[in-house]
């Protein structure tokens, strides 16, 4: 069960597993057994809003008005932020030649 579920399986649904084919144990002593075996579920990650729109500082204006076109490079440099988790990544790009 917990491989069939690649590791997402904890106590309580290993229980109702093994409680439905007929092996009575109980979730702690299922919890108890998983934590001497070093056996740990893969726990999903709550969804946290990471933007304040309570703002108390001024905010930049758009400077570009979605004019992305330049006469030469190193006149128009922009980013991007993502809320994607990676590693300390900063990408900036010229937008004269990419």
């Known amino acids: 069960m917990y491989s069939k579920s690649k590791g997402r ?19 702690p002593r299922i919890a108890r057994l998983m934590g001497r075996n070093a056996i740990k579920s893969i726990m999903k990650r709550r969804y946290r809003v990471t ?15 979605s004019d992305f076109s330049t006469a030469s490079t190193e006149e128009k440099w922009v980013s991007d932020i993502t809320y994607v988790r990676t590693e300390d990544i900063n990408v900036v790009i010229d ?3 990419r």
Do not use: K, Q
């Open 9 to 27: 399986y904890g106590s309580p649904c290993i229980t109702r597993e093994l409680n439905a084919d007929g092996i009575r144990l109980s979730r």
């Open 51 to 65: 933007t304040n729109s309570n703002r108390h500082y001024p905010v930049n204006t758009r400077l570009l008005l």
């Open 95 to 97: 937008l004269a030649d």
